[in-house]
């Protein structure tokens, strides 16, 4: 077990909808990660907040947007659903925003299926 | 910009043998490498990581070292388990920023 939990493990919903993905990091990490993996893209790093700042910013559509609050939890706003959004996405948390040994813990993921 | 490839899979090996799965890299700067494996069903979960050039990391049996003179990063292991069965991911990160790029994974599956 990581420590970072994700919810919901599973959705389902059809296209054009709206979802809100979940993720509380370890005890004690300040910086949040989002991931997608899906087949054709691998893993693709979205977006990263530390302490409730948006830090990096990666491949992440429009359509989607990330928040932190002040508990340090995250959630991922991902609306005008296609089907090509259906994807795992990770979550992940360390202690801090940068430097070589901080170690980044995966949660389980949400498998987002659209139809 | 910066990159990561592995050696297409899957690699399907006999319990005990001996595993190479190939990782090299492109940066701007100055990469940490790390190798990430996923189990069924859960999470990525680091397996090992190397910092500086000529660094070796190891966990659990399974061997990596930075060549900076070749940009790589190869996985090994003497002798592989059935319990070994993952899906096996090179990634970096760049000095300074901690987002990961991976490479498009490795599927290794053990047979008794």
């Known amino acids: 077990d990581s420590g970072v939990t994700q919810t919901p493990k599973h959705l389902i919903t059809a296209t054009g909808q709206r979802v809100t993905l979940r993720c509380s990091p370890r005890?004690?990490?300040?910086?949040v990660y989002w991931y997608q993996q899906s087949l054709d893209q691998g893993l693709q790093f979205l977006i990263q907040?530390?302490?409730?700042?948006?830090?990096a910013k990666g491949n992440i559509l429009e359509r989607f947007s990330a928040q932190q609050f002040p508990d340090l939890h995250s959630e991922l706003n991902l609306s005008s659903l296609e089907l090509g959004d259906s994807a795992l996405y990770f979550c992940?948390?360390?202690?801090?925003?940068?430097?070589?040994?901080?170690?980044?813990?995966f949660g389980q993921g949400t498998r987002l299926t659209v139809v | 910009g910066n990159s990561v490839t592995q050696m297409e899979g899957p690699v399907t090996l006999s319990e005990e043998a001996f595993l190479t799965i190939n990782c090299t890299y492109t940066?701007?700067?100055?990469?940490?490498l790390f190798w990430y494996v996923q189990y069924p069903g859960e999470g990525l979960q680091l397996l090992l990581k190397?910092?500086?050039?000529?660094d070796k990391g190891s966990n659990k049996g399974f061997e990596a070292t930075y060549r900076k003179e070749t940009t790589s990063f190869h996985l090994e292991k003497g002798s592989v388990q059935v319990s070994d069965s993952a899906v096996y991911f090179c990634?970096?990160?760049?000095?300074?920023?901690?987002?990961?790029?991976f490479g498009q994974g490795t599927r290794l599956t053990i047979n008794p």
């Open positions: 992940a948390s360390s202690v801090a925003a940068g430097g070589v040994n901080t170690e980044a813990f």
């Open positions: 005890s004690g990490d300040l910086s």
């Open positions: 907040y530390y302490n409730g700042e948006e830090r």
């Open positions: 940066a701007t700067g100055y990469p940490s």
């Open positions: 190397a910092t500086k050039a000529d």
């Open positions: 990634a970096l990160t760049i000095q300074g920023a901690q987002k990961l790029v």
